[in-house]
Structure formats: structure tokens, C-alpha cells
């Protein structure tokens, strides 16, 4: 049977992944604390709004709302019995919305962290973390999600045990990590390591995603992508630390700096390109023109990215570049 996200891939083009679904609901007025999963069944329309957005900006991939839908995420707000209904609801919801264009949008199931820490540090044992992200992937997995999307992890352990969760269900599965603690995970892995994990843990493509800023994406999808040239490499940098004004919040990197990001992450090696918290449907346009219209250069090094990119804020320094233009 076909696959839409493989197709894609296959296709050997620049994929353009979707942007934050949280800021959209916030935009929205989902209250602080509350649980965007429950929206899946309270109101579907809504979350397929935000995906219906994400795709007219030109997504090729959108990510059910299901990033908490663990049984450990859910249980917080008491709802820790619904993992099935709200998994299977998320990806009803993203599937009418890429059914309704006539190109090819595949529906990734997201699966977040448990947000609990592992033995020794904390209490989560490694099977019950297994066993809850084994039940949530079957979900995704039963409701005809195309690809299982594991995101913003920190730890080995964690990884491993979401992996492991999603072995049994014959769909490519994607992992990234949050590299956001000078260059590392808050636990201490560097994208290096993930790199040399895709193999391992049979993860058809790995990258980072959220963070500080684009540009400590960016810097890890380069360490990444040179420790393992073979990885299919994914980027969905957040917009930087947002900034309290006004009752809003106020984020650093709009969408005038998307084009820079791309340049800078396809030189990298990243062959998926989205973006996370602090985005909108206008910065994934910008990343969608971009993708289209890509930048005629060589390879990007690490210094070219810092020197571009504030890895703290997220806006490029502006200054010329040499020898490059955009082809057409």
C-alpha cells in the first residue's frame, strides 16, 4: 500500500512541514494549563482550522494535535482513559483537512514527550513509558496516520522507549530532539548522537525541532547531518524567546527572516523544513517560497550560521553574501 509520506520523500524535493499548533490555539483562547487534546472532540472544527491554514500556506505534512496524548500527558487533566478517542479524533481532523486539496499532504501522528524523567533521576520506569507510547502510536497508527513523529525529546532513555513504542506498526517514524542547553539536550545528548541513533532505532529521519531559536536548529541539523550524511534530516526551529508586551506574546522571528532559515537549513542537509512554537500560517508561506525558489550554494559551516543567525533571538544579521542567488 502507498504511503503519502514516503511518496513525498520520494519525490526528492524540499518538504515543508507545518508550524506551531499551540500559538495558533492560544491566538485562538485556549487558556493557559489546558489541554489542547481535549479540543479534538470539543471542537474539531477549530483544530481543523489550524490545519486547513497550515496547508493553503503550502504544508506538505501536518502534525495531528496530539503532541500531550500520551496516557501520562492526558492524566493530567483527567483524561488519562481517553487516549484512543482523542488519537483517533486528532487524525480524523488532519485528514479531512489534506483531503481537501488535490495534492499529496501526509498526516504525521504527534507524539511528545511523557514529561516525566526516567529512573534514577526521577520515577518514570522505562517499560511503562514503552507501554504508553505504544498505546498512543496504535492509536495514531489505527486511525491511518502516514507517519509516526516523535518531538522535542531530551534523553536516550526517552527516545528509546518512544521508538520501541512505535515498532510495531509497519509506518516510517521520525524523530527529533529539542537541542536547547548549549547545543545539547537539557539531559546532555548532542545531535551527533542522534544521528548516529537513526540507524539503530530504524528512525526514517531525525532532526531538531523547538529550542531557543532558528539558529540552534540550524546549528544542530549541521552537527547532525555531518555526522551521519546519510539521515533524511528534519528542522521546525521555533521563532526565538518571546517577549511579554501588551498583554501578548511577541516573538523575535517573524516571517521576513524564513527565507534565511531555509537557506541556511537546506545547506545543512535538512530535507524537511517547518517550523514550532511561535509560528503562523504566514511563516510557513515564507518557508514554502523559499523551498520553491532555494538559494544556488554550496554547503553552509557552523560559522556562517552564527554569524547569520542570533542563536539566542532567532533574526539573521543582514550583510552581504557572495556568490549566492536563487534560482528559478
Known sequence: MSNTFLDLLETGRTLVADGAMGTALFARGLESGGSPELLNV??????????GDYIAAGADIVLTNTFGGNRLRLALHGAGGRVAELNE?????????????????????SI????????????????????AFHEQASALAAAGADVLWIETLSS??????????????????????????QGKTMMGVNPAELGDWASELYLTAVGANCGVSPGDNLLAVHTLALA??????????NCGIPLYAAGDLIY??????????????IASGARIVGACCGSTPAHIAAIRTAVDHPVDRGPVDAAEI???????AGPPRREKRKNARRSR
Not at 489534506?98 to 498526516?107: I, L, T, Y
Not at 529512573?119 to 517499560?127: R, V
Not at 551521519?228 to 526551529?237: Q, W
Open 42 to 51: 470539543e471542537q474539531p472544527e477549530l483544530i481543523g482550522a489550524v490545519h
Open 89 to 109: 479524533a486528532a487524525v480524523a481532523i488532519a485528514r479531512e483537512a489534506a483531503s481537501a486539496v488535490d495534492r499529496p499532504v501526509a498526516v504525521a501522528g
Open 112 to 131: 511528545g514527550p511523557t514529561g516525566e524523567l526516567f529512573e534514577p533521576l526521577g520515577s518514570l520506569d522505562p517499560l511503562a513509558a514503552r507501554h
Open 156 to 181: 536516550y532513555e526517552e527516545l528509546l522507549a518512544a521508538a520501541e513504542g512505535c515498532a510495531d506498526f509497519d509506518l516510517p517514524v521520525v524523530a527529533t530532539m529539542s537541542f536547547d542547553t
Open 228 to 237: 551521519n550524511p546519510e539521515a533524511t534530516v528534519v528542522v521546525k526551529g
Open 252 to 265: 523575535p522571528t517573524g516571517p521576513e527572516h524564513m527565507a534565511d532559515y531555509v537557506e541556511l537549513a
Open 306 to 312: 552564527a554569524a547569520r543567525f542570533d542563536v539566542t
